[in-house]
């Protein structure tokens, strides 16, 4: 693939015998003369240096055969081709001169509790985002800015790496002994029915004992503490282990109604590179209240790695229809158990479980699924008094 300087300014192509060659490229060397050679035996130079080729050749014994010659000069009606030519080389050059000098993708890293999104929204009130330019960057005042707007960030450090921002963040750490019980007086009650396994009291009076049956809301632990005749009132603390005996059903019906689209229509779609937005297409329509109109973003990606700043938005109205249907047997059974393994995970979160007893039935309108648990938990709940109460 021949130059484009050999295009702009013009060229001799020949065919020369390589074996002769040696002194021949010696001789150039010395001279100064630019070729571009080929493995099988084509050599490129600009027109200009034609004759002294020519002489090279017949100086060297080396034996050659002009193949095409492109007079840049003589060929005026190629002017306006090779300055289009030039003018896009140079366009290309400012272009990608532009675009080196932009942000185009910021990368975090090092954050576990603080979000992404959290560090973009600091980054961008210190007017560093992705579009911005580099030259307007202060990278060390951008540590010191982040720094100083997030409590929960304790160090940062912003690098640079091409167009890409490295972003490394080192969160605070939370500080235990800073954390203190609001002042005040509290009892300590049951949020559970349960039967009192175990009772440590650290501070108060308890009122009950362990192989005791309580409601949710009994009263476990006064907040009092009596010395003699003195009386003394506190926040109660302690730790109230009961076991729980409950009961959780879940049921599905036979019958259900569903949405589903029955037409869909592109309506809009632009392109947004950096934070502006082109429209290629909209589409403008009454839309009837069936229709609900819904959003993609597909992120275009350099060789499907590294996303660029560059996204297509597009819009689609969807015309919505409900259809009811009828769940078969296992169909109910399947989505029973579903609903009931979401139960149990809520409820048997953090605490130990004795026992579980699983069964179920088809009613008249479905399928029902019960439950038995029995499970030990801490079944204490701090509840505040006031002393002038009556």
Do not use: H
């Amino acid at each position: 693939m021949r130059n484009i300087d050999l295009l702009i300014f013009g060229y001799v192509k020949f065919k020369i015998d390589f074996t002769k060659a040696d002194k021949f490229f010696s001789y150039l060397l010395a001279s100064g003369i630019p070729i571009i050679s080929k493995d099988d035996g084509i050599v490129y130079a600009f027109y200009k240096d034609k004759a002294a080729l020519i002489n090279a050749f017949d100086k060297c014994g080396v034996d050659y055969a002009v193949l095409k010659e492109y007079d840049a000069l003589r060929n005026k009606d190629k002017i306006p081709t090779r300055i289009c030519l030039c003018v896009s080389v140079i366009i290309s050059i400012l272009v990608v001169v532009y675009l080196s000098g932009i942000v185009w993708y910021i990368e975090i890293s090092g954050n576990e509790t603080v979000s992404d999104a959290i560090i973009l929204n600091a980054l961008k009130k210190c007017n560093f985002y992705v579009g911005s330019q580099w030259k307007d960057a202060d990278l060390g005042k951008i540590e010191v800015n982040l720094q100083s707007k997030e409590p929960n960030i304790s160090w940062v450090s912003v690098n640079r790496n091409g167009c890409v921002a490295y972003i490394t963040v080192v969160e605070s750490k939370a500080n235990n002994s800073e954390i203190t019980k609001e002042e005040g007086y509290y009892n300590i009650i049951a949020k559970e029915d349960c039967i009192i396994e175990n009772i440590s009291v650290s501070k108060g009076t308890p009122v009950v004992n362990v192989g005791d049956t309580v409601k949710k809301g009994d009263l476990l632990v006064l907040g009092m503490i009596s010395t003699g005749e003195k009386i003394e009132y506190c926040a109660a603390e302690a730790v109230v282990i009961g076991r729980v005996n409950k009961v959780l059903s879940v049921a599905v019906d036979r019958k259900t109604e569903n949405t589903e689209v029955k037409k869909s229509k592109l309506v809009s779609c632009k392109i947004k590179i950096f934070e502006i937005c082109v429209n290629i297409f909209k589409k403008y329509s009454n839309l009837n209240d069936k229709c609900v109109i819904i959003e993609k973003k597909e992120k275009i990606s350099l060789f499907g790695m590294r996303p660029l700043p560059v996204e297509v938005i597009k819009q689609y109205s969807l015309e919505l229809v409900k259809k009811e249907s009828i769940f078969e047997d296992n169909e109910l059974i399947e989505i029973a158990g579903y609903r009931m393994r979401s139960v149990l995970d809520s409820v048997l979160k953090d605490v130990d479980l004795n026992s579980i007893k699983t069964y179920g039935a088809f009613i008249d309108q479905g399928y029902i699924m019960t439950s038995e648990v029995v499970y030990s938990c801490d079944v204490s709940e701090p509840r505040e008094f006031f002393l002038n109460e009556k």
